[in-house]
């Protein structure tokens, strides 16, 4: 490339962490977020705490570590900053190939739409990828994304905020 643009998005692995990581820190370097693993993020940093491994990352170059739990959310770390977002809880699970690259492209997607790269932008990005891999996960491969419909994303949006909102009286 010959001008950067306004936001570098890597969704890295752990075979080039095996096959080519020198290469792979150079990439690091350049980017702005990383998405990423739990198992990767503690491959690449050396670390099992994700709270220690972000910070190992982040000081790799990217401002933005989103660490990827699974069936158990994801992490989002800016400087001190972190926040949490679960995944939405699903009766069955059918196959959960493509559930994290359906996450990073969920979560660049809405980064890209919404032309905001803030933290708390972030925050809805990661809601919105672990909603798009909640629908992944529901069939073999591709299936579920290609009969998805506007309307059932916007219905599951609503069960995470359901989810994730409370009254608490300090």
């Given at each position: 490339m010959?001008?950067?643009?306004?936001?570098?998005?890597l969704d890295t692995?752990?075979?080039?962490?095996?096959?080519?990581?020198?290469?792979?820190?150079?990439?690091?370097?350049?980017v702005?977020?990383?998405t990423?693993?739990?198992?990767?993020?503690?491959?690449?940093?050396?670390?099992?705490?994700?709270?220690?491994?972000?910070a190992?990352i982040?000081?790799?170059?990217?401002?933005?570590?989103?660490?990827?739990?699974?069936?158990h959310?994801?992490?989002?770390?800016?400087n001190?900053?972190?926040?949490?977002?679960?995944?939405l809880p699903?009766?069955?699970v059918f196959?959960?190939?493509?559930?994290g690259?359906?996450f990073?492209?969920?979560?660049?997607?809405?980064?890209?739409?919404?032309?905001?790269v803030?933290?708390?932008?972030?925050?809805?990005?990661?809601?919105y990828?672990?909603?798009?891999?909640?629908?992944?996960?529901?069939?073999?491969?591709?299936?579920?994304m290609?009969?998805?419909?506007?309307?059932e994303v916007?219905s599951r949006?609503?069960?995470?905020?359901?989810?994730?909102?409370?009254?608490?009286?300090?």
């Amino acid at each position: 490339m010959t001008e950067k643009p306004k936001l570098v998005v890597l969704d890295t692995m752990n075979f080039w962490m095996d096959c080519a990581l020198p290469e792979l820190l150079e990439v690091i370097k350049r980017v702005d977020v990383i998405t990423i693993n739990d198992e990767e993020a503690r491959q690449l940093s050396g670390e099992y705490s994700l709270v220690k491994a972000a910070a190992i990352i982040q000081a790799m170059g990217p401002q933005y570590v989103v660490i990827k739990k699974g069936e158990h959310g994801a992490l989002l770390f800016h400087n001190k900053e972190v926040f949490f977002a679960p995944a939405l809880p699903l009766e069955e699970v059918f196959d959960p190939t493509g559930a994290g690259d359906t996450f990073a492209g969920g979560f660049t997607g809405y980064i890209t739409q919404s032309e905001n790269v803030s933290f708390e932008n972030m925050k809805n990005a990661i809601i919105y990828g672990s909603n798009l891999a909640s629908f992944c996960v529901e069939k073999f491969g591709t299936e579920r994304m290609q009969s998805l419909d506007k309307e059932e994303v916007v219905s599951r949006l609503k069960q995470f905020k359901s989810l994730t909102q409370f009254d608490i009286e300090l």
